[in-house]
């Protein structure tokens, strides 16, 4: 990977334009330039849909805004993050002190290898847990200005209290990640003898969002954009444990591995 040179977002110059597109600094350029017109690399934020790569027509300066020497990429989850069946679990039996439902995603930076590691896990106390590991591989997000941001969007809740039913992480907001460290989102539905009846349920899908940040002079440069992410497929979540009764659970079966 490379650290990329960016065009400003404010204060944008023609040799500003001129550097990111491979031109030498204080030399002579115009936005006519071939060169100029044909650079591959600009921000589809600022770029009006594209720009127009024929000779003398219209073109416009803030059409560069944040445009780069090189490829930027914040990179897309895999269409299977969450696998299918996570968060749908529903576990009833007495034959345990603690019947538990579960689900849970881990994300952890990997600047090493340019990717983010997302790790799925879902199941019950009596079918037993799935999980899976998948990646978000970006490209050439280097530097020391650069800032990668995780959200969880969920709208779960305890519905009936189990004793020790929890929810941990934070929503619905950008976290900044850590090299190395992990981010934890997790749903946990147990019931027990004294509290028979537990389900922690969103009413909206559970999604993931990714984006990557560089600071620019002053101002903030987002990929994608700064009004979208990379995200993740919906899942719904219900998660229900009861004590008593016959039977067994069901929910996440086979969400399958990966590495």
């Known amino acids: 990977m490379t650290v990329p040179n960016f065009v400003g977002v404010t204060n944008v110059t023609m040799d500003d334009i001129h550097t990111v597109v491979g031109g030498s600094s204080s030399t002579t350029v115009s936005l006519n330039d071939t060169d100029v017109r044909n650079h591959s690399f600009t921000h589809p934020e600022f770029n009006g849909g594209g720009l127009n790569t024929s000779s003398s027509t219209q073109i416009s300066m803030s059409q560069f805004r944040g445009a780069s020497d090189i490829e930027v990429s914040a990179g897309s989850y895999s269409a299977t993050t969450p696998f299918t069946q996570w968060g749908?679990?529903?576990?009833?039996?007495?034959?345990?002190?603690?019947?538990?439902?579960?689900?849970?995603?881990?994300?952890?930076l990997q600047t090493a290898n340019n990717r983010v590691q997302l790790v799925s896990t879902s199941g019950n106390s009596v079918d037993g847990f799935s999980q899976q590991t998948t990646f978000i591989n970006y490209t050439n997000c280097e530097g020391n200005s650069v800032d990668f941001q995780i959200k969880c969007t969920s709208n779960a809740t305890i519905v009936d209290a189990g004793s020790n039913s929890s929810i941990t992480g934070t929503f619905n907001s950008f976290i900044s990640m850590s090299n190395g460290s992990a981010v934890t989102f997790a749903w946990q539905a147990v019931?027990?003898?004294?509290?028979?009846?537990a389900r922690v349920r969103a009413t909206n899908p559970v999604s993931f969002s990714f984006r990557v940040?560089?600071?620019?002079?002053?101002d903030n440069l987002f990929f994608p954009t700064s009004t979208t992410s990379v995200d993740s497929s919906g899942r719904l979540l219900d998660l229900q444990a009861n004590h008593g009764g016959s039977g067994g659970g069901g929910g996440a079966g086979g969400g399958g591995g990966g590495v």
Not at 88 to 107: K, L, N, R
Not at 191 to 197: L, R, V
Request: with cysteine.
């Open 88 to 108: 749908d679990e529903d576990c009833t039996t007495s034959a345990t002190f603690t019947p538990t439902s579960s689900c849970s995603v881990v994300a952890t």
């Open 213 to 218: 940040r560089f600071t620019v002079g002053s």
């Open 191 to 197: 019931a027990n003898s004294s509290n028979p009846t």
